[in-house]
């Protein structure tokens, strides 16, 4: 096997044209053992393809006879910051893409599915629900590969780009703008029929759409609140929020923490599950801080702007209050572990429905949900979950849309949020359960979605988004300078959109 490996300086929109025929790969060559090992990795590759995440590795390593290797230098690179290292590896010899006749295809069709590994529940329903899909039928066989969530997002970039994704594929909601204005993924509207749009929910089709296009399609919606320990409330005598509409105010939240970590029973008054580390949870959890102060993001007027709205004084502010529960002893930047609600040791959970089941099981009858505060002048909380879309490599777009209507059938989107404790996404579905009517457990994320649920911005910009700011709560959380961070964010955003042309 040989291999025409050429090094060039290109920029983002010639790759792309190049990448529908060639194989592209990011570079570090390296000789180990007298032979040319190529090395997949990156080095701050602008986030058309990689999200501009310098952990982004595809983890792959191809050892080739080089052929032909020459450097094709652009003279401008000095100035054109928009221009990256490419590696692009022909090939010149493969004898399984070799031209030719194939033998007509018998037996089932195959539809290969990738996942991310959420939590047990979760992954365990997804497991058996693929069981049962291949064992009720004969035409589709799913073949599941299920990937680790902390690096889901990368994996999936480093797949786009060897031209290796799956037929159907599951990502977190927000990058749904990113990977189809990448083309990653294949409009799926002639595939979804009135009566099953007509029944899932306003915030499912939100989510999935972009430019006009239903890209992807989820089995649930997320809930956002706080968990309360019954107990801890009464016992420092805090009124219990019933609703949405009766939300406790910025005050009565503070005076609620105050009061919590009194209790000589309590370690600490507030558990905001930093333990899940930097990443996608930062923005989902805590961007609302910022929208409840009347900040934002990005500016969603027209996309094109961060500075002035990610990092301005209410912003600022927001993220102040979000470090003071640090520096006042109400939260921990290094819990002990997932359990310190369930254990008795925080009074409060700041987290999303996965962890419903868990907690009903350690505090029964004492458990109960609290709409988000309005810390700032209102009530705000996330939205969007992980969903699953046809990417634009599929061959059998049928066959992979029977498998994820069998996943959106009412029964199958139970079998699910009974598992994980989400928001079912058809109304169908909801009627099916007790969880979510006028006095459930979690009626609370129903009123939420309806009232006051922001989604995460609506840009292929998104990916640079999220790194940015959760990378600014990070810092921020250990004692870092709130402006300083937003500034940081609204820079690096800001700088991402004008390499990419506004993402137009």
Known sequence: MEFLVIFMYCDFRFLKIMCRK???????????????????TINYIYNKYLNKNPECILRKTLTCKIAYASVLKNPMETVMKNFVIVLLVLLITLPVFAGGKKEAATGPVEVSVWFHSGKGGERDTLNAQIADFNAMQSDIIVVAKQLPEGSYTEQVNAGAMVDGLPDLLDFDGPFVYNFAWAEYLMPMDDYVDSEMMNDILPSIIKQGTYNGHLYSLGTFDSGLGIYGNRKYL??????????????????????????????PEVDYALDLKMNYGRGEWFTYA????????????IDRSDYQKSDGTVNGPDA????????????????????????????????????????????KAALGNDLVLIPMPALGGKSVTGMGSWNWGMTANTKNPEAA????????????????????????????????????????????????????????????????????????????????????????????????????????
Request: hydrophobic share 45%; proline share 4%; charged share 20%.
């Open 22 to 40: 060639t194989i592209p790969v990011i570079i570090i060559y390296e000789v180990i053992n007298n032979s040319y090992t190529i090395k997949i």
């Open 234 to 263: 009464e016992a420092a005598g805090i009124r219990i929020p019933k609703g949405v509409d009766d939300a406790w105010t910025g005050a009565e939240f503070a005076d609620a923490l105050k009061k919590l970590q009194a209790l």
């Open 286 to 297: 805590f961007s609302p801080i910022l929208q409840s102060f009347g900040a934002d993001l």
């Open 316 to 359: 600022v502010a927001a993220m102040e209050l979000f470090q003071s529960w640090f520096t006042d002893g109400y939260t921990k930047y290094n819990p002990g572990g997932d359990t310190d609600m369930a254990d008795g040791k925080a009074a409060l959970s700041f987290v999303g429905h996965w962890m419903y089941n868990d907690l």
């Open 401 to 504: 849309m029977a498998f994820l209507k069998y996943l959106m059938d009412p029964d199958q989107i139970l079998r699910m949020t009974n598992a994980n404790g989400a928001v079912p996404s058809r109304v169908s579905a909801i009627a099916k359960t007790d969880l979510f009517k006028a006095g459930g457990d979690l009626e609370v994320f129903i009123q939420q979605l309806d009232k006051t649920a922001i989604p995460r911005p609506e840009t292929a910009a998104y990916a640079v988004i999220t790194s940015a700011f959760a990378e600014a709560v990070d810092n921020i959380a250990q004692g870092s300078n709130v402006q300083s961070e937003l500034d940081k964010v609204a820079a690096k955003v800001d700088q991402d959109i004008a390499d990419n042309k506004g993402y137009k």
